[in-house]
């Protein structure tokens, strides 16, 4: 079979090449070690195209403000402001279309904004790789690169394409952004996986995008672009179905009934007036009149900048909007679906604790990759002179087996370099107070047996400079080091071992979550010493060794990241762990950070159902009471959120992986680690600067605090917008001609209204809105006490101004005045409501004044302002105005003082009833 025939069954189905010998894949390939010709390389260029991933085109200011003109309540705003302008009403179209152009400009420069603090996140493949061709080493773009290339890599590293190992050298890569695990994978060429075995399990495999702490290799392209492991991955996050934020659903629901409302008032209001006998002409005035009434014309602004608001709040506690529909996504969210590694935990393999070669416990302190800390006894008691010396004859071992570098600089930052378990075992060192460099000076290295994945150990032959004798430090799993110990280091010295003991010891470190590593060494007598200087330093010939004790390892959670989660939890928002881990390791942090507790609670990758979607009730089935995910494929992490979805949750997903970018769109709130890879923070709608969980937290907090702002901002124009119908249909029903004409429906939505709605999503949080559960999913924005509220506010409001507009023509007052007096009265209605919708739970005089002195000053400039239309000359035709005297001001205001206080009463009565049901449940009980 020719070389092209070869190549054919890559572009049909990847094959196995984990699973395939070496010499079968470069003949798979038609590559020879010497790697490609010229000739090939061009040839295999033109047919597989560039080694890259397609790039996201950012949107142009343009399609940003375009996005703006995308809303259904938009959409009703300018079918409005068309009639009017049809109609001849030059100016009621005007006051629209100022409306619908500040929401754009207000709503485009928000999102501006979010796009360039995201811009930073591209080139996860811009990399230079080190090949060989026509068998000649050479750097070249890794976008140059095709399947059949030879690549060397060593530490440092960035893997460039998808490799079949063909040689490795102690070599170990980070793959933490495509599989979770938070510890460098030992790579061995010579090994063959199982076909079906997953990503993290495939030793003899690179794959692009992974970096290579230590060692060296060799390997051969695979897949290049859209067809490596973060291909597949980037194809699934472009595929899979963009949900929307829980505040797009709502308002889109909210909008729909609105237009309902509107119409069902028109077409009644047109009905009645028709069987009066009024001409068509004026009917259909009256039902644009009804109509602009009707429809909160304020919303898109109030809304925009109630959004806007919130996004600088969350950007002051490092959380990066990039929509502003995601602003109150964290808030609605009944379930956190978040990645271990990075997320809930530092990243950074940390020595926590000793086991001693007797048993003794010691607990460590202090970063991972830091020399600062301490050592105590592991009921926090300080460590005595015999002890100590038994901590360091076990570190010390370690820190010379230890092919890393630990230092601090002059500015007093520690510099680090090496692979990632040997420089925290450095930082051990520090901590237990050794003198690193005057350890090395003192001792001759003679040999060693570098560490590889299949032996499971490296060992390091010396000479001590003092005493001239050879020593030999070795470390490695429990279970291998065991097979070379004899002896162990115990309180009274130098005794027999007890392997069994020591094994279960091993064991419970891994159920805790920790990885054991065993420490042993001696000292040569002169006999050991001629043979392994004879016979050679290899693992043949390991002299009896003496058992030192266990280092206990683990990436440590975050110190915050306990306490986010029961803030999280005490808001009613569950929290589940998404890992490609350890099983052990995950539930061991689960059970740390209180996300779960029992092993049931627990499922593994392989044990999950295989669907083609995760709403597969089987699937839904299975996942529902599950809290910690671990080995899990990044497939079956997009499975899992569309099964809490399907479940009837609202979903954030947390992630800073590659691993998660299909997760991260399937949610209805993606949430990115700043530090995290490219792809994860451009699919998600919002990134966490600091990777701190704590700050999610913040954003549930601050996305409750919008959506319940944008709920007041609500609650008033609906309601006055109620009141509005309320006065229009009483008075068509009696008789009367429209009590307010649609330019002054306009002044009293748009300006006197508008002011203070804007100045009402200034409103500072609630103290209670974190011990509140969650929104039920099915939950509108008009929930029973929304209702309640603005048929109560509204009916009030329109029963009051409908007696005042009824008696003003009874008494035989000019039309033009009695309207002048009905709007005045509506602009201080509103003036008293915006105090009343500060709080839908707490009294007004509760509310302290201070959390919005904006919206004092906005209650104040909305009313100053229609002053002034009623008493400047030349402004009073706008609107039809003229001054009122003092006492019918006075008396107008406090008949709109009667929607104070109704209101508070509500609140009144309604706290009762609320405490009462709270106390029925337990005089049951007792």
Known sequence: MNGTARLSRIDERPPPWHHWEVDRVLDELAVAPDGLSAKQVAERQQRFGP??????????????????????????????????????????????????????????????????????????????????????????????????????????????????????????????????????????????????????????????????????????????????????????????????????????????????????????????????????????????????????????????????????????????????????????????????????????????????????????SGPGYVGEGEVVSADGRAVDADARARIEALVRAAAICNEAALCRSEDGSWQRAGDTVDVALLALAFKVGLDLNGLRRGIEGVAEIPFESERKFAACLYRDREDGRLHVALKGAAETVLGFCHHALTTRGIEPIDRVTVETWAERLAEDGYRAIAVAGTTLDEAAEADVLVKGFAEA??????????????????????????????????????????????????????????????????????????????????????????????????????????????????????????????????????????????????????????????????????????????????????AEIVLFMLSVLVGLPVPLLPVQILWLNLVTNGIQDVALAFEGGEPGAMRRRPRKPTEGIFNALMIQQVALSGATIGLVAFGVWYWLKSAGYDQVYARNMVLLLMVLFENFHAFNCRSEYESVFRVPLRRNLLLVFGIFAALGLHLLMMWVPFLQPVLQTSPVALSDFLLLLALASSVMVVMEVFKWVRARISSDETRRPRARAA
């Not at 409306?99 to 360039?116: F, K, P």
Request: charged fraction near 20%; glycine fraction near 8%.
């Open 51 to 364: 080694n890259e991933l397609p790039k996201a085109k950012p949107p142009s200011v343009w399609q940003i403000i375009l996005h703006q003109f995308r809303s259904p309540l938009i959409y009703i705003l300018l079918i409005a402001g068309t009639v009017s302008l049809l109609m001849g009403d030059v100016k009621d179209a005007v006051f629209i279309f100022a409306v619908v152009i500040l929401n754009a400009i207000l709503g485009a420069v928000q999102e501006w904004r979010a796009e360039q603090s995201a811009a930073a996140l591209q080139r996860m493949l811009k990399i230079n790789a080190r090949v060989r061709r026509d068998g000649i080493e050479q750097v070249v773009d890794a976008q140059e690169l095709v399947p059949g290339d030879i690549v060397l890599l060593e530490s440092g590293d960035r893997v460039p394409a998808d490799l079949r190992l063909l040689r490795t050298n102690a070599l170990a890569i980070d793959e933490s952004f495509l599989t979770g695990e938070s510890v460098p994978v030992e790579k061995d060429a010579a090994r063959l996986i199982a076909p079906d075995a997953v990503v993290g399990d495939r030793l003899n495999m690179a794959y692009a995008g992974a970096t290579v702490t230590t060692g060296r290799g060799v390997g051969v392209v695979t897949a290049i672009g859209l067809e490596t492991e973060i291909g597949h991955i980037a194809k699934a996050t472009a595929l899979s179905e963009q949900t929307k934020p829980p505040l797009v659903i709502r308002m889109e629901h909210f909008v729909r009934v609105i237009s309902v409302a509107v119409l069902g008032a028109a077409a009644l209001l047109a009905v009645i007036s028709l069987a009066q006998g009024v001409p068509l002409a004026e009917v259909f005035f009256l039902a644009v009149a009804l109509a602009v009434s009707a429809i909160p014309e304020g919303l898109p602004v109030a809304l925009t900048v109630a959004l806007s608001i919130a996004g600088r709040r969350m950007a002051a506690r490092n959380v990066i909007v990039r929509k502003m529909t995601a602003v109150e996504g964290l808030g609605s969210c009944t379930m956190i679906a978040s990645d271990k590694t990075g997320t809930l935990t530092v990243n950074e393999q940390t020595v926590r604790l000793l086991v001693s070669g007797c048993g003794e416990r010691y607990a460590v």
């Open 541 to 722: 010939n390991l002299p009896p060794l003496v058992f030192l004790g266990l280092i206990g390892m683990i990436d440590p959670l975050r110190p915050e990241a306990k306490v986010a989660v029961e803030t999280s939890r005490m808001a009613g928002v569950a929290v589940a762990m998404i890992t490609g881990d350890h099983p052990a390791t995950a539930l061991a942090i689960a059970r740390e950070l209180g996300i779960a507790e029992r092993e049931d609670e627990l499922v593994v990758g392989r044990n999950l159902p295989t669907v083609e979607s995760g709403e597969d009730p089987a699937f839904v089935e299975r996942i529902k009471d599950v809290r910690v995910f671990a080995r899990v494929s990044p497939l079956q992490k997009l499975q899992i959120v569309q099964g809490m979805r399907r479940a009837g949750h609202f979903v954030a997903v947390t992630g800073d992986g590659v691993n998660d970018a299909p997760a991260l769109r399937a949610a209805n709130i993606g949430v990115a680690m700043g530090s995290g890879t490219d792809l994860a923070k451009d699919t998600a709608s919002i990134v966490v600067t600091d990777d701190n969980f704590a700050s999610i937290v913040d954003g549930i907090r601050e996305g409750r605090y919008a959506y319940d702002n944008i709920r007041k901002v609500i609650y008033l124009l609906i309601s006055t917008g109620a």
